[in-house]
Protein backbone atom coordinates (compact mmCIF):
# COMPACT_ATOMS: atom_id res chain seq x y z
CA UNK A 1 0.00 0.00 0.00
CA UNK A 2 2.84 2.75 0.45
CA UNK A 3 3.83 2.14 -2.92
CA UNK A 4 0.72 2.94 -4.07
CA UNK A 5 0.31 6.07 -2.31
CA UNK A 6 3.82 7.04 -3.26
CA UNK A 7 2.69 6.64 -7.22
CA UNK A 8 -0.68 8.72 -6.40
CA UNK A 9 1.15 11.61 -4.62
CA UNK A 10 3.26 11.95 -7.92
CA UNK A 11 0.94 11.50 -10.15
CA UNK A 12 -1.80 14.19 -8.51
CA UNK A 13 1.31 16.52 -7.92
CA UNK A 14 1.97 16.20 -11.56
CA UNK A 15 -1.33 16.61 -12.57
CA UNK A 16 -2.42 19.37 -10.75
CA UNK A 17 1.07 21.47 -11.80
CA UNK A 18 0.06 20.67 -15.64
CA UNK A 19 -4.12 21.60 -14.71
CA UNK A 20 -2.88 24.60 -13.53
CA UNK A 21 -0.72 25.62 -15.73
CA UNK A 22 2.09 25.58 -13.56
CA UNK A 23 6.05 24.76 -14.79
CA UNK A 24 8.58 22.77 -12.62
CA UNK A 25 10.79 26.13 -12.69
CA UNK A 26 7.38 28.27 -11.25
CA UNK A 27 6.85 25.48 -8.55
CA UNK A 28 9.78 25.07 -7.41
CA UNK A 29 10.67 28.86 -7.04
CA UNK A 30 7.16 28.44 -5.10
CA UNK A 31 8.32 25.75 -2.88
CA UNK A 32 11.91 26.91 -2.25
CA UNK A 33 12.89 23.66 -4.59
CA UNK A 34 15.20 22.28 -7.24
CA UNK A 35 13.32 21.66 -10.50
CA UNK A 36 15.20 18.24 -9.97
CA UNK A 37 13.30 17.52 -7.26
CA UNK A 38 9.48 17.80 -8.50
CA UNK A 39 10.88 16.37 -11.30
CA UNK A 40 11.88 12.89 -9.28
CA UNK A 41 8.55 13.08 -6.77
CA UNK A 42 6.37 13.39 -10.20
CA UNK A 43 8.42 10.87 -11.90
CA UNK A 44 8.27 8.31 -8.71
CA UNK A 45 12.10 8.12 -8.40
CA UNK A 46 11.80 9.68 -4.77
CA UNK A 47 9.48 10.24 -1.85
CA UNK A 48 9.83 14.11 -0.42
CA UNK A 49 9.71 14.08 3.07
CA UNK A 50 6.38 15.43 4.84
CA UNK A 51 7.19 19.23 4.96
CA UNK A 52 8.54 19.48 1.52
CA UNK A 53 5.39 17.68 0.31
CA UNK A 54 3.07 19.75 2.13
CA UNK A 55 4.80 23.13 0.78
CA UNK A 56 4.69 21.59 -2.76
CA UNK A 57 0.66 21.32 -2.07
CA UNK A 58 0.35 24.61 -0.85
CA UNK A 59 2.71 26.00 -3.66
CA UNK A 60 0.07 24.90 -6.41
CA UNK A 61 -2.80 26.39 -4.24
CA UNK A 62 -3.86 23.58 -2.74
CA UNK A 63 -5.07 22.24 0.57
CA UNK A 64 -4.21 18.76 2.00
CA UNK A 65 -8.16 17.80 2.55
CA UNK A 66 -8.64 18.26 -1.26
CA UNK A 67 -5.71 17.19 -2.07
CA UNK A 68 -5.86 13.70 -0.56
CA UNK A 69 -9.97 13.07 -0.65
CA UNK A 70 -10.27 11.26 -3.52
CA UNK A 71 -7.20 8.70 -2.81
CA UNK A 72 -9.46 7.31 -0.20
CA UNK A 73 -11.25 5.73 -3.35
CA UNK A 74 -7.84 3.31 -4.07
CA UNK A 75 -7.68 2.21 -0.97
CA UNK A 76 -11.42 0.94 -0.02
CA UNK A 77 -10.93 -2.83 -1.01
CA UNK A 78 -8.38 -4.01 0.49
CA UNK A 79 -8.79 -7.37 -1.40
CA UNK A 80 -9.85 -6.38 -4.76
CA UNK A 81 -8.41 -3.62 -7.21
CA UNK A 82 -9.53 -3.09 -11.29
CA UNK A 83 -8.16 -0.89 -13.15
CA UNK A 84 -9.90 -0.26 -16.50
CA UNK A 85 -8.46 -0.29 -19.83
CA UNK A 86 -7.31 3.05 -20.71
CA UNK A 87 -6.84 3.83 -16.75
CA UNK A 88 -3.27 2.73 -17.29
CA UNK A 89 -0.96 5.56 -16.18
CA UNK A 90 1.85 6.08 -18.77
CA UNK A 91 5.46 6.40 -17.35
CA UNK A 92 8.79 7.12 -18.74
CA UNK A 93 11.43 3.92 -17.76
CA UNK A 94 13.57 4.90 -20.12
CA UNK A 95 14.61 7.73 -22.94
CA UNK A 96 14.11 4.91 -25.92
CA UNK A 97 12.45 6.44 -29.26
CA UNK A 98 9.23 4.26 -29.42
CA UNK A 99 9.30 2.74 -26.49
CA UNK A 100 5.84 3.85 -24.81
CA UNK A 101 5.43 2.03 -20.87
CA UNK A 102 1.96 2.11 -18.93
CA UNK A 103 1.55 1.38 -15.30
CA UNK A 104 -0.93 -1.58 -14.96
CA UNK A 105 -0.47 -2.40 -11.50
CA UNK A 106 2.13 -1.33 -8.36
CA UNK A 107 1.29 -2.98 -5.24
CA UNK A 108 3.07 -3.76 -2.10
CA UNK A 109 3.12 -7.86 -1.27
CA UNK A 110 5.53 -10.29 0.22
CA UNK A 111 6.36 -12.87 -2.73
CA UNK A 112 8.89 -15.30 -3.26
CA UNK A 113 7.27 -17.51 -6.11
CA UNK A 114 5.28 -16.11 -9.12
CA UNK A 115 3.51 -18.37 -12.11
CA UNK A 116 2.56 -16.61 -15.12
CA UNK A 117 -0.05 -18.15 -17.43
CA UNK A 118 -2.52 -17.79 -20.20
CA UNK A 119 -6.36 -19.05 -19.00
CA UNK A 120 -8.72 -19.73 -22.49
CA UNK A 121 -12.18 -19.92 -21.60
CA UNK A 122 -14.47 -21.64 -24.52
CA UNK A 123 -17.98 -19.52 -24.73
CA UNK A 124 -20.32 -20.04 -21.73
CA UNK A 125 -17.23 -22.02 -19.31
CA UNK A 126 -17.44 -21.28 -16.18
CA UNK A 127 -16.31 -22.30 -12.45
CA UNK A 128 -19.52 -23.69 -10.80
CA UNK A 129 -17.95 -23.78 -7.04
CA UNK A 130 -16.25 -20.86 -5.49
CA UNK A 131 -12.74 -21.32 -4.75
CA UNK A 132 -9.07 -20.36 -2.70
CA UNK A 133 -5.63 -19.89 -3.34
CA UNK A 134 -2.72 -19.45 -1.24
CA UNK A 135 -1.72 -16.60 -3.44
CA UNK A 136 -2.48 -12.73 -4.83
CA UNK A 137 -4.12 -13.43 -8.25
CA UNK A 138 -3.68 -10.74 -11.25
CA UNK A 139 -5.86 -11.08 -14.34
CA UNK A 140 -5.54 -9.40 -17.02
CA UNK A 141 -8.10 -9.96 -19.42
CA UNK A 142 -6.31 -10.39 -23.07
CA UNK A 143 -9.63 -10.53 -25.11
CA UNK A 144 -13.21 -11.37 -24.45
CA UNK A 145 -15.57 -10.74 -21.48
CA UNK A 146 -15.21 -12.70 -17.85
CA UNK A 147 -17.77 -12.05 -14.76
CA UNK A 148 -15.62 -12.77 -11.41
CA UNK A 149 -17.43 -13.21 -8.54
CA UNK A 150 -15.27 -12.60 -5.18
CA UNK A 151 -16.99 -13.45 -1.96
CA UNK A 152 -20.32 -11.68 -2.82
CA UNK A 153 -19.57 -9.06 -5.46
CA UNK A 154 -19.37 -9.65 -8.93
CA UNK A 155 -16.77 -7.71 -11.35
CA UNK A 156 -17.49 -7.32 -14.96
CA UNK A 157 -14.27 -7.31 -16.95
CA UNK A 158 -13.34 -6.68 -20.57
CA UNK A 159 -10.47 -6.69 -22.87
CA UNK A 160 -7.77 -4.51 -21.26
CA UNK A 161 -9.48 -4.58 -17.96
CA UNK A 162 -7.00 -5.90 -15.07
CA UNK A 163 -7.93 -7.18 -11.57
CA UNK A 164 -6.05 -7.85 -8.68
CA UNK A 165 -7.01 -9.60 -5.38
CA UNK A 166 -6.20 -11.79 -2.53
CA UNK A 167 -7.10 -15.18 -3.60
CA UNK A 168 -7.64 -16.22 0.24
CA UNK A 169 -11.33 -15.23 -0.17
CA UNK A 170 -13.56 -17.41 -2.52
CA UNK A 171 -13.58 -16.48 -6.08
CA UNK A 172 -15.15 -18.34 -9.42
CA UNK A 173 -15.38 -16.86 -12.53
CA UNK A 174 -17.42 -17.15 -15.96
CA UNK A 175 -16.97 -16.44 -19.70
CA UNK A 176 -20.23 -13.88 -20.29
CA UNK A 177 -19.18 -13.16 -23.63
CA UNK A 178 -20.59 -14.48 -27.00
CA UNK A 179 -16.83 -15.49 -28.12
CA UNK A 180 -13.97 -17.27 -26.42
CA UNK A 181 -12.11 -15.29 -23.63
CA UNK A 182 -8.25 -15.51 -23.13
CA UNK A 183 -6.84 -13.85 -19.62
CA UNK A 184 -3.00 -13.55 -18.88
CA UNK A 185 -2.81 -15.00 -14.99
CA UNK A 186 0.00 -13.98 -12.57
CA UNK A 187 -0.37 -15.72 -9.26
CA UNK A 188 2.11 -13.93 -6.43
CA UNK A 189 2.92 -16.87 -3.78
Known amino acids: MQEDLILLIGE ?3 SKRTQKNITLEELANRAGVTKGLISQVENNRTVPSLPVLFNLI ?11 EDMHEHFVNGHVLIVRKGEEKPFEKEPVKGFSY ?44 VEYQIEREKFTLHEG ?4 FDGRA ?8 SAEASILVAYLF
Open 170 to 177: KHRLRNIG
Open 102 to 145: KRILTKSIVAQAIDIAVLDLKKGAARKQMIQTDAFECKYILKGS
Open 12 to 14: KLK
Open 161 to 164: DTLF
Open 58 to 68: HSLGDDLKSFF
